[in-house]
């Protein structure tokens, strides 16, 4: 079975940081595309950093460029999501996505593989 667990969200400061994981299991992230993407209270779900494993493109939202960092571990199979300097806009559920396609990919329906989440709450 294909699963995408993702861990390492809690309640932080503002300006504290956090390091998101996505566990894969049932396939291996080498040649795919990988996505986080998030949702925040009445908003709709959002690109938040890509990376095309096969092209070696990234992909950062501009709210978000400077702050933080995708990156993954193949031997571990998990993609991180490293955040620092967070603000309270950056509260949100945030899910990790993945597809065969190699390439970078910039929208949340081109991603197959999905997690379930994780909350992430910025305070004041």
């Known amino acids: 079975e294909v699963q995408l667990v993702e861990s390492g969200g809690g309640l932080v400061q503002a300006g504290g940081s956090l390091r998101l994981s996505c566990a894969a299991s049932?396939?291996?992230?080498?040649?795919?595309?990988i996505g986080w993407f998030r949702q925040a209270p009445g908003k709709e779900r959002e690109g938040v950093s890509c990376?095309?494993?096969?092209?070696?493109?990234?992909y950062y939202a501009d709210s978000v460029k400077g702050r933080f960092t995708i990156s993954s571990d193949s031997a571990k199979n998990t993609v991180y999501l490293q955040m620092n300097s967070l603000k309270p806009e950056d509260t949100a559920v945030y899910y990790c996505?993945?597809?065969?396609?190699?390439?970078?990919?910039?929208?949340?329906?081109?991603?197959?593989?999905w997690g379930q989440g994780t909350q992430v709450t910025v305070s004041s």
């Open positions: 049932g396939f291996t992230f080498d040649d795919y595309a």
């Open positions: 990376m095309g494993s096969s092209d070696g493109r990234t």
């Open positions: 996505a993945a597809d065969p396609r190699g390439i970078l990919l910039f929208n949340l329906g081109e991603y197959r593989y």
